[in-house]
C-alpha cells in the first residue's frame, strides 16, 4: 500500500467517523429539545396548581381576619381574592382532563 491509499483510507474513515459522530449528536440534541418542551410544560402547568393553591391559602387566611373583626378592608381583600381564585381556576381548568368539572368547580367556589 502506498502512502496515497493510505491517507486515502485514513480520510475516509475519519469522515465517516465525523459523520456518525455528527449524526448521533443531531440524535441526541432532538431528544434533548423534546425533552426540554415537556419539562417546559410540566414546570408552567406546576407553577398554574401552586398559583391557585396559594390564592386559596390566602383567600382562607384572609376570610379569617374579615370574619374576626369585619373591617371593610378586609372586605375589599377578600373581593380581590376571590376574583384571583376564579381566574385561577380559568388558568387550571384547560391543564386538567376533565375541564367542564373544573370549571364549574371555579365558579361554584
Do not use: C
Not at 486515502?8 to 432532538?30: E, H, M, N, P, R
Not at 379569617?64 to 387550571?92: C, H, M, P, S
Amino acid at each position: 500500500m502506498t502512502i496515497r491509499s493510505k491517507l486515502s483510507l485514513f480520510l475516509v474513515g475519519f469522515l465517516l467517523i465525523t459523520l456518525l459522530f455528527g449524526g448521533g449528536a443531531f440524535l441526541v440534541f432532538d431528544n434533548l429539545k423534546g425533552s426540554m418542551e415537556l419539562m417546559e410544560r410540566v414546570v408552567y402547568e406546576h407553577d398554574v396548581y401552586e398559583k391557585l393553591k396559594l390564592s386559596i391559602a390566602n383567600y382562607a387566611s384572609n376570610v379569617k381576619g374579615w370574619a374576626y373583626t369585619g373591617k371593610q378592608a378586609y372586605r375589599n381583600r377578600y373581593d380581590q381574592l376571590n376574583d384571583e381564585i376564579i381566574k385561577n381556576f380559568g388558568e387550571v381548568s384547560p391543564l386538567t382532563t376533565n375541564e367542564e368539572r373544573m370549571t364549574k368547580l371555579g365558579r361554584d367556589f
